[in-house]
């Protein structure tokens, strides 16, 4: 199993930018992907971005081209970069991990996201 640690969340006024990290540990080699989601208020979770391990990502079409998903040389640590934020992205963001022949996904604890008008 793995233990994921989210950090980074904040306050920000609309425009701005966040970095959100997560930290792995734990069975980290038995990661072949890892994500970001995010909940709002009232909403269902929602995909953000995924990467696998060997670096292919994905995004949802309304974080494109203002969000970048990372995990430098498989490291244990995932990061979000968020530019050109709006109130639309306020939500608590959480960390997800797939390992291989596990059954189930391993979730953060979720980091807020405030994005002042």
């Known amino acids: 199993q793995v233990q994921l640690v989210e950090s980074g969340g904040g306050l920000v006024q609309a425009g701005g930018s966040l970095t959100l990290s997560c930290a792995a540990s734990g069975s980290t080699f038995r990661i072949i992907a890892m994500g970001w989601y995010r909940q709002a208020p009232g909403k269902q979770r929602e995909l953000v971005a995924t990467i696998t391990s060997g670096g292919n990502t994905g995004y949802a079409d309304s974080v494109k081209g203002r969000f970048a998903i990372s995990r430098p040389n498989a490291t244990n640590t995932l990061y979000l970069q968020m530019n050109s934020l709006n109130p639309e992205d306020t939500a608590v963001y959480y960390c997800?991990?797939?390992?291989?022949?596990?059954?189930?996904?391993?979730w953060g604890q979720g980091t807020q996201v405030t994005v002042s008008s």
């Open positions: 997800k991990a797939v390992l291989i022949r596990a059954s189930r996904d391993y």
